[in-house]
C-alpha cells in the first residue's frame, strides 16, 4: 500500500504494484520527487497546477480525482484498480460523486452536524450559490451539502433534458444514497422551488425549509432574453463563455441545449396544486429582497395561506440575492442559523 500525504492534512490510499511501498509526501505548490521504479520519472499536474513528481509504471496512465476537486495524472499498474479516499474533515471518507440512477451527481460536504442540503439556482451550482453561506454554517456546526442539479455544474448525465420536479427527485435519491433520513433544505430561487417539491411530495425527508427569492409561482417574465438566439443577438458573449465554463460537464458542449431547459423550467416551474401546497407542514421561512419582483411579499403572503405556520421575511434594500455577499450576507445568515437552531 502507498500513502500519499497532502500538505492540507488529506490522505490518500492507493494500490500501486506489489513491489512497491513507500510514503509520498507533497507539499502544496512545491515538487516532490517519488523514488519508486528508478527507470520511470512522470511529472503529475494536480488541477489546481500543483506539481508533484512521481516514479511510478509507465504503462498505464490513469487519472485519479481526488475529493477537493483536484486531479491527479498516475501511472499504475494496469491490473490494479486504485481507490482514492480522502479525509477533508467530512464524517466519512467519500468521493465527491455520487451514482445516482443515470446521474453522476458532484456535490461538496463540509461539517457534521444534522444536515442541510442547499438547493442553487439557475445558471449556478452549488458553491457559487450559496458562496456566503459555506464558512459560517460550517462553523456553527451543521452537515453541509452543496450539489450541483442535474444539467448543471459538474454534474454529469449523457440526457441534458430536465426540470423542477425532475431534480427534486435526484436530491431524494441524493439522500437516500448518503443515508439521510431528514435534511433541513435552503433553496434559492429555482432552488426554492426544488425544495417546494420535495417537500410536497415527501413530506417525511423535509425535517425544515428555507427558501430565498421564490415566490412559489411560475413566472416567464425575462425568460425570453436568455435563449440562445437573443443572448448571441446581443452579443452577450460573456454571459455565454461563463456558461459554456460553468456547467462543461453538465452540457457537454452542447450550451444551447443547457440555455433552453434553463427558459423552460424558467417558464414552467414550480407549479404545484392546492392540495401539495397542504402537505408543507414543516417549519418554513420565506426571504425575499424588498425589490425582488419574482418573490414578492404578496406571493409569499399567498403561499402562507396554504402554510400558515411558514414565517416570511422581507429583506430591505436588497433585490433577488440577499444572502449574497454583495447584499446582506451577515444579516441573513444570522436569520437563517437562528431558524435552523430553532428547528432543524
Not at 509520498?24 to 489546481?48: D, F, M, Y
Not at 451527481?105 to 458562496?131: D, M, N, T
Not at 416570511?312 to 444570522?334: A, S, T, Y
Amino acid at each position: 500500500m502507498t500513502e500519499v500525504k497532502l500538505s492540507c492534512g488529506k490522505e490518500a490510499t492507493s494500490v500501486l504494484n506489489s513491489q512497491v511501498r513507500r510514503k509520498v509526501r507533497l507539499s502544496c505548490g512545491e515538487e516532490a520527487t517519488s523514488s519508486l521504479n528508478p527507470l520511470v520519472r512522470r511529472k503529475v499536474r494536480l488541477g489546481c497546477g500543483k506539481g508533484v513528481t512521481s516514479v511510478l509504471n509507465l504503462q498505464v496512465r490513469r487519472k485519479v480525482r481526488l475529493s477537493c476537486g483536484e486531479e491527479a495524472t498516475s501511472v499504475l499498474n494496469p491490473l490494479v484498480r486504485r481507490k482514492a479516499k480522502l479525509s477533508c474533515g467530512r464524517r466519512e471518507a467519500v468521493m465527491p460523486y455520487q451514482e445516482i440512477g443515470d446521474l453522476s451527481v458532484y456535490y461538496e460536504e463540509f461539517g457534521a452536524g444534522k444536515p442541510v442540503l442547499f438547493l442553487h439556482s439557475a445558471y449556478s451550482r452549488g458553491l457559487l450559490a450559496f458562496c456566503g453561506q459555506i464558512q459560517p454554517f460550517y462553523s456553527a456546526g451543521w452537515r453541509c451539502l452543496y450539489p450541483d442539479f442535474r444539467g448543471h455544474g459538474r454534474t454529469r448525465c449523457r440526457d441534458l433534458t430536465w426540470d423542477s420536479e425532475r431534480i427534486a427527485e435526484d436530491m431524494i435519491l441524493l439522500l437516500d444514497r448518503l443515508n439521510i433520513e431528514k435534511a433541513n433544505l435552503i433553496g434559492y430561487s429555482t432552488g426554492g422551488g426544488v425544495a417546494y417539491y420535495m417537500a410536497a411530495r415527501h413530506p417525511e425527508r423535509v425535517q425544515s425549509l428555507i427558501s430565498i427569492g421564490n415566490g412559489g409561482v411560475a413566472d416567464a417574465a425575462g425568460a425570453e432574453d436568455f435563449t440562445p438566439e437573443a443572448l448571441a443577438s446581443r452579443k452577450e458573449t460573456d454571459f455565454i463563455e461563463k456558461v459554456k465554463s460553468l456547467h462543461a460537464d453538465a452540457h457537454q458542449g452542447d450550451w444551447e441545449t443547457y440555455l433552453l431547459q434553463e427558459v423552460r423550467d424558467w417558464c414552467a416551474h414550480p407549479l404545484l396544486t392546492q392540495e401539495e401546497w397542504s402537505r408543507l407542514v414543516m417549519p418554513m421561512l420565506l426571504i425575499a429582497g424588498e425589490k425582488d419582483e419574482y418573490a414578492s411579499a404578496q406571493r409569499l403572503e399567498q403561499i402562507r395561506k396554504s402554510c400558515p405556520q411558514a414565517e416570511v421575511w422581507i429583506v430591505k434594500d436588497c433585490g433577488h440575492r440577499p444572502h449574497f455577499p454583495q447584499e446582506r450576507v451577515r444579516e441573513v445568515n444570522e436569520r437563517m442559523l437562528q431558524f435552523l437552531a430553532a428547528n432543524g
